[in-house]
């Protein structure tokens, strides 16, 4: 009789084992996705330059600027749209998904913006008393491969999600 509890124990620890590494497979696209926008977070938190221009995708209208000037525009662009505790906000209560299913209005515009395919591209999306936060993020266009660096091509209201969490 013990070795049959015995048993079973052991068959239903292998099982939540299972059930928590499938979780974690699953969660894995949304956890790669996160890390550039904390990489973004950091680098206007720290004023690095090098760290910026590499999590963002530079937009065609700045492209043939000097990657100072290119810094400067991003970093007065995006301190307002990014924090550290907007981030964990997003973290944990955000959708996320590709860029045509949680945005399929304004999915063609912003990848063509952007100068990507929407198809590349993955999003998170929260709405919270009336604030939308939208973040978007295509894999390195010169690679076009679904495990390569991912870059943040779209940022808004990510700061401000913080502030709405009354």
Not at 61 to 72: C, N, S, V, W
Not at 86 to 99: N, T
Not at 105 to 116: D, P, R
Request: glycine fraction near 6%; proline fraction near 4%.
């Amino acid at each position: 009789m013990r070795a049959w509890r015995t048993l079973g124990i052991s068959l239903l620890l292998l099982i939540v084992a299972g059930g928590v590494w499938l979780w974690w497979k699953k969660d894995e696209p949304r956890r790669t996705a996160l890390a550039p926008l904390q990489n973004l977070a950091n680098a206007l938190h720290r004023g690095d330059s090098t760290k910026l221009l590499e999590a963002v995708s530079i937009p065609e209208a700045i492209r043939g600027r000097t990657t100072a000037e290119q810094a400067e525009f991003l970093n007065k662009a995006l301190r307002d749209e990014i924090s550290p505790e907007g981030l964990k906000v997003l973290r944990r209560e955000g959708e996320f998904g590709s860029l045509t299913n949680l945005f399929p209005a304004e999915a063609k515009i912003w990848a063509e913006q952007a100068g990507v395919n929407p198809e590349d591209c993955v999003a998170f999306k929260l709405e919270r008393n009336g604030l939308r936060a939208e973040v978007v993020l295509a894999y390195d266009s010169a690679l076009r491969a679904p495990n390569s660096a991912l870059k943040i091509v779209r940022c808004n209201n990510v700061k401000q999600l913080a502030a709405a969490k009354l």
